[in-house]
């Protein structure tokens, strides 16, 4: 087991190093020149020459690149040039609302949509599948942006019973961060959901047409027992795998529905960093979600490993 | 008898506090935008002087006529040549750390403006040369040439006087936590959730002060703006969407306040930034320009794009500012005029490009004039360009037209000398004519109102034939706010002061 980890530990590093080099490299393909931007409304010449040589905006690409990559290597990630504030900082800011956020909206696609799907799976062509199903449909379809005004509009204006938009630390009031938090996690949930109620169903029907649950079955062990503990243990793999997806998605920033609950994390921070071409923001918080999918993948990796002894073994 | 007493005294004491915190107030807006840098310095944005004008006094304000009224000064005098201008500070100022606001601070915060790398207000200061320290409460500002706009622009950031030891302390750090002398002093900012601010105890004009704190939210969906203010988490929103205009209307617990801006929504064309200036009819003929002109209709044009909540305009400044040239007033739509300029151009369908950025009311102003001008025979194409590439492309010459708005300076300098003055920074239709910059110059160095108002006709008569934008309309700053609030000053810059303000 220790030597699969590190073997897979080892291959991170230089897909880290070809993500650096393709994140910074795509950046410099963005069209527009960062420092007119920059520069605001009145985009004096003097400033943006100023902001041209803060930026290394003179220097050719590799220079360009060994200037933050040696910022990297010794842990800063940059200053964003239109808030002046350190980007490691408003990373530091950001990754708990976001973090929080994609914890509370996994939990709820997790109880939402495995007990839908083996539930699906179960009941095959009943009325709870067909009901399941349109569920599904329903959380695939509908965008985020629109059940989000239509929750606002809800349980904010109608009903007035949680917050609009906006973020309260837990640590200020728990409950007000939970009011806070509810529906911006329930929108992304929601989708998730869908997607890991389908997932789940075609790998519990998989399961369940397997020689060995029929063995089972034939032993005389218990239905549940068959369902719970030898059908969906073997099925959670490939809903792991995508669990840990949704998740690094989550963490990347879940941009319109942090638009829209005006939460404060990493989808605002990078669409504002993108849309104002505040380069070393876009490049932090890229290389920062890029490398916590990177790790996502290797705990996801190992949790295989875990379920399924035989990964560890090829 | 001694246990009656303090119970007595715990009542009055709970009664006391009880009636403190009633009147603790907090006042909540919601901002269209996140601000950028709060360092008057170096700051850029729009939406950032609204924090501004709660955070950080200065020399000179704007009153809702467009008059220049002192605010920091207590009273100023030119000097005979118009190259000096002396000013007289107010003598009970104070900084949020304490200091004292006086000559030489005024010095430090306009030569920190000057100097300071990355300064924005350099550009708005280049005629300063030096500051004189005349004595404790007066400064005296060197010019070197007359210049009309100062006043104008001290009533802007180039005016805003920050505390010279917090400045020195933080030094290129000042933006997160500004010391000013406003009705309010800075207490935290968390990037794109809010920034709250705290009343100043020794403000100079504290009776006008009413809230205890301010709180700004930047929530850039109009919608959800609006679903905050309905459901009570926001008293005040700016920039409400021209479509909620009804909404807000029908429900009596809030109110909705119009001003006109002092900006414009234009449409820039490429006369020459580049060789594709000469390659289009549009930007080669005058006639195929007047043409254009003649086949909108600006009052459709407001109804469509935004709703009918602007007023046409075909200048830089509005028909009721005071320098607004009444000797070229807007025309009216014209389409045989317009078809019979195009015949005698030899182009009856000369087709071009309008660039837009994907803000949906620049796509809406594109959508509208394609179809006006198609009436005419124009063939328009529409290339939606996000913003900071549009401005590129524009800086680099490489377009025909251009849907761009402007959010306007209380001078019309501001509005007119960067975008129509031979190379420069805002000139993106690369319009150069020396007769312009002969006159732009002259308006600047006189401060006689009906001089300067004569030479914008002047020059208003030769730029709107030329065409290098072709003025649209000017916007309504729409702001919807909870009844309960009163005192609010509708200014033509879009700023909410909010000394005066109060809740019913």
């Known amino acids: 087991m220790t030597t699969f980890i590190i073997r897979r530990i080892a291959t991170i590093i230089p897909t880290l190093i070809f993500v650096s080099l393709l994140i910074f490299g795509l950046q410099q393909l963005l069209p527009g020149d960062p420092a007119m931007i920059l520069a605001g409304e009145e985009r004096d010449p003097t400033v943006i020459a100023h902001l041209r040589e803060t930026m290394h905006l003179d220097q050719p690409f590799p220079v360009r690149y060994l200037y933050w990559l040696r910022g990297v290597l010794h842990g800063d990630l940059g200053e964003s040039l239109r808030l002046q504030q350190p980007v490691r900082g ?208 290797l705990v996801a990796d190992v949790a295989y490993a875990i379920v399924n002894p035989r990964i560890r073994v090829q | 008898m001694p246990n009656g007493f303090r119970r007595c005294a715990l009542i009055v004491v709970c009664a006391l506090l009880s009636v403190i915190n009633a009147h603790a107030q907090t006042l909540r807006i919601g901002l269209a935008e996140d601000p950028d840098v709060l360092d008057p310095t170096l700051a850029r944005s729009f939406v950032g002087r609204i924090v501004f004008a709660a955070l950080c006094d200065k020399l000179f304000d704007i009153d809702e006529k467009l008059n220049i009224v002192p605010q920091l000064a207590a009273s100023y005098e030119w000097s005979a040549d118009s190259k000096a201008l002396t000013i007289k500070l107010r003598p009970d100022v104070t900084f949020h750390d304490g200091e004292k606001l006086d000559a030489a601070a005024v010095k430090y915060s306009l030569e920190r403006h000057k100097t300071m790398a990355g300064s924005n207000r350099r550009g708005e200061l280049a005629p300063l040369a030096t500051v004189d320290v005349v004595d404790a409460a007066t400064v005296r500002l060197n010019l070197t040439a007359p210049f009309s706009p100062l006043l104008a622009q001290l009533a802007d950031r180039a005016g805003m ?39 100043y105890a020794n403000y100079w004009n504290k009776g006008d002060v009413h809230f205890d704190r301010v709180v700004f939210l930047p929530i850039p969906d109009s919608t ?104 070229v007033p807007i025309p009216a739509r014209n389409l045989a005029r317009a078809k019979a300029l195009l015949q005698e151009a030899g182009v009856t ?13 620049a796509q809406r102003i594109a959508q509208v004039v394609q179809a006006m001008a198609r009436e005419a025979g124009f063939d328009i194409k529409i290339q939606s360009t996000e913003f900071a590439t549009s401005l590129d ?15 306007g300076r209380a001078d019309p300098d501001g509005n007119i000398f960067s975008f129509d003055g031979c190379k420069q920074p805002l000139n993106y239709a690369g319009y150069c004519k020396p007769e312009v910059d002969d ?51 509708p200014i033509p810059d879009g700023l909410v002061r909010v000394t005066g303000v109060r809740f019913k």
Not at chain 2, 287 to 309: C, K, M, P, S
Not at chain 2, 349 to 360: D, E, K
Request: net charge positive; proline share 4%.
């Open chain 2, 439 to 489: 006159i732009l110059n002259r308006s600047r160095t006189t401060r006689d109102v009906a001089e300067r108002t004569k030479l914008f006709g002047e020059l208003a008569a030769i730029v709107l034939k030329d065409r290098p934008i072709v003025y649209l309309y000017h916007r309504h700053w729409l702001w919807a706010y909870a009844s309960k609030i009163e005192g609010l000053r």
């Open chain 2, 393 to 407: 492309l524009a800086d680099k010459g490489q377009f025909d037209a251009y849907v761009l708005a402007w959010s």
């Open chain 2, 349 to 361: 369908n000369p087709s071009f490009t309008l660039m837009t950025p994907t803000t949906a009311d």
């Open chain 2, 224 to 327: 959800v703006r609006l679903a905050n203010l309905r459901s009570g988490q926001l008293d005040f929103i700016e920039r409400l969407g021209s479509s909620d205009v009804p909404q807000v209307k029908a429900d009596s617990r809030f109110r909705l306040t119009k001003i006109t801006e002092i900006g414009y929504q234009g449409i820039t064309i490429n006369l020459g930034k580049s060789d594709l200036a000469q390659k289009n009819p549009l930007g080669r003929d005058p006639r195929v320009r007047e043409a254009f002109e003649l086949a909108l209709d600006r009052d459709g044009i407001v109804q469509v794009a935004n709703d009918g909540e602007g007023d046409a305009g075909n200048q830089w400044v509005a028909p009721t500012n005071p320098f607004y040239a009444k000797t």
């Open chain 1, 90 to 297: 408003l990373i530091a800011d950001k990754l708990p609302v976001t973090l929080e956020l994609a914890c509370i909206a996994i939990v709820i696609a997790l109880v939402i949509g495995i007990p839908a799907g083996v539930v699906s799976a179960v009941k095959r062509g009943t009325a709870w599948d067909y009901g399941a199903n349109v569920v599904a449909l329903w959380g695939l379809s509908t965008p985020n942006f629109w059940l989000g005004i239509m929750l606002i509009l809800l349980f904010s204006v109608t009903l007035g019973w949680l917050p609009a938009s906006g973020y309260v630390s837990p640590f200020e009031d728990w409950r007000a961060n939970l009011a806070s938090m509810i529906m911006p996690a329930f929108v992304l949930g929601n989708a998730i959901a869908a997607v890991l109620m389908r997932h789940t169903r075609s790998a519990m029907l998989q399961v369940l047409s397997s020689d060995y649950v029929r063995t089972a079955r034939a032993k005389g062990v218990l239905e549940r027992d068959v369902v719970l503990k030898h059908a969906l243990r073997n099925a959670l793999i490939p809903i792991i795998t995508l669990g840990a997806l949704e998740f690094g998605t989550l963490l990347s920033g879940a941009v319109l529905t942090e638009q829209v609950f005006t939460i404060p994390g990493f989808g605002k921070l990078i669409v504002d960093a993108v849309f104002n071409r505040d380069y070393a923001v876009v490049q932090g918080v890229v290389l920062f979600t890029a490398t916590a999918y990177i790790v996502l993948n």
């Open chain 2, 161 to 199: 006087i920050v505390s010279p030891k917090a400045a020195q302390a933080a030094g290129d750090k000042f933006g997160a936590k500004p010391v000013c002398a406003g009705p309010f002093k800075f207490v935290e900012r968390v990037a794109q959730d809010r920034i709250v601010l705290e009343r």
